[in-house]
């Protein structure tokens, strides 16, 4: 009986110290990647595009030879300015403009014929045809004075889509993030002369020391 005890106990301590050791050899940081994302006279339902080159942060940038994972764990999104068609500015007091739904989906780029891959302009680089357009998430029932100038709406990545994106991003660091305005609810007009909207992307770098 004390043989089996031991036998246990062997197990669980050697368990316990492969995931210690394991943990001692990599070490995780967070990045958060600001987007800041005007929609400019326009209607919806349409589609704003933003681009972004992970090596300008210089936490990719030193590290990218020892990533194991780049994973993409959440957006926070809001509104900053939002003026009506008509020229009238959105009043969070008193105006009830609801979207049906704002929805988040990403995409790989590929740098144009003869353009770095270091370069930090959008038009260096174009959606690459051989990579899939994967949704991250969407916000429903999006009440815009719930959003206006408060970031406090995160979006969960499902962990799932966060795993297919990063073997890419740990070699691919360019591409584009696309936001999808729905239609309104109600009576309101579909044509904005601005929504200024600003989100930030939290990625998180698992790196082997």
């Known amino acids: 009986m004390k043989k089996i005890i031991f036998i246990i106990m062997a197990v669980i301590v050697s368990g316990c110290y492969t995931d210690t ?3 001692l050899q990599t070490f995780s940081i967070q990045i958060p990647i600001f987007f800041n994302a005007p929609f400019l006279d326009r209607a919806v ?7 972004s080159n992970l090596y300008e942060y210089p936490e990719y940038e ?3 030879q020892k990533i194991s994972k780049a994973e993409i764990l959440q957006i926070n999104y809001r509104i900053d300015s939002l003026v009506y068609g008509d020229g009238t500015i959105f009043n969070p007091a008193t105006d009830e403009l609801e ?3 704002i ?3 990403f995409q790989f780029a590929k740098p144009k014929p003869g353009r770095s891959i270091y370069s930090f302009d959008p ?5 690459d045809p051989n990579e899939p357009v994967v949704i991250l998430g969407q916000y429903d029932d999006v009440k815009i004075a719930d959003y206006y100038r408060e970031a406090k709406r995160i979006l969960d990545i499902p962990e799932t889509t966060a795993q297919v994106l990063s073997e890419g991003l740990k070699t691919r660091p360019y591409f584009y993030i696309y936001t999808e305005y729905s239609r309104v609810k109600g009576p309101n007009s579909d044509e904005f002369q601005l929504i200024q909207a600003n989100f930030d992307v939290i ?6 020391l």
């Not at 339902?45 to 681009?51: A, I, N």
């Not at 038009?123 to 959606?127: H, K, S």
């Open 123 to 127: 038009n260096d680089f174009e959606p």
């Open 45 to 51: 339902p349409d589609t704003s595009v933003d681009f």
């Open 103 to 105: 929805k988040y989906s």
């Open 99 to 101: 979207f049906h739904f």
């Open 203 to 208: 990625l998180r770098l698992e790196i082997n």
């Open 21 to 23: 050791i394991n943990k």
């Open 62 to 64: 030193e590290n990218r």
